[in-house]
């Protein structure tokens, strides 16, 4: 027998089982050898799916370390241009002046854009309601712990949460 795809298989498989109804059960030693050989080819099927996806976990695993490997010396890049443009900008504010002329570039001081900083001088808890933002958000907790014993309800009847059948994934053994 040549090699078939997964679905191949399963077809194979679904014609057999056919072909078994049709005969009432009656195994012949084609459909019983037919069957074997579906078998062992779908358990290397598994076998070599599981191969596969090993080196693909291990690649992307290899991957996320030089991505983090990246980030740190991108970050280390960005820190050190930070501190260099403080380190100008404190030089030229010592000095008094606004401008420096480069022979290629112009360093300048200039005043931020945006809105002005604002600083809060004291505690959220102490703070007039009006001058806070209140954020109303769904607790899933209790909405789950109350869906146990059913759909929620709002007073009027309306659906308001109820339970889902979990999804399913695939695992290697």
């Not at 005969?23 to 084609?30: I, K, L, T, W």
């Not at 799916?49 to 996320?64: Q, S």
């Not at 030229?92 to 570039?105: C, N, P, R, S, Y």
């Not at 360093?107 to 600083?119: D, S």
Request: aromatic share 6%.
């Amino acid at each position: 027998m040549t090699t078939l795809s997964l679905y191949e298989i399963g077809a194979e498989f679904a014609r057999l089982e056919a072909a078994l109804v049709a005969s009432e059960g009656e195994m012949s030693e084609e459909v019983a050898a037919a069957m074997d050989a579906l078998g062992t080819m779908e358990a290397a099927k598994v076998d070599g799916y599981r191969h596969i996806v090993l080196r693909f976990e291990k690649y992307a695993a290899h991957c996320d370390d030089e991505a983090t490997v990246l980030k740190a010396k991108a970050d280390a890049a960005r820190n050190a241009a930070k501190r260099l443009m403080e380190r100008l900008h404190e030089y030229m504010v010592a000095k008094g002046v606004t401008e420096l002329q480069g022979d290629i570039f112009k360093a300048a001081i200039t005043a931020n854009g945006g809105k002005e900083p604002l600083t809060v001088l004291v505690p959220v808890e102490n703070l007039d309601r009006k001058w806070c933002r209140i954020t109303v958000a769904p607790d899933p907790e209790k909405l789950r712990a109350a869906a146990v014993n059913g759909e929620v309800r709002d007073e009027a009847g309306g659906l308001v949460a109820k339970l889902e059948p979990r999804g399913t994934h695939l695992r290697f053994r």
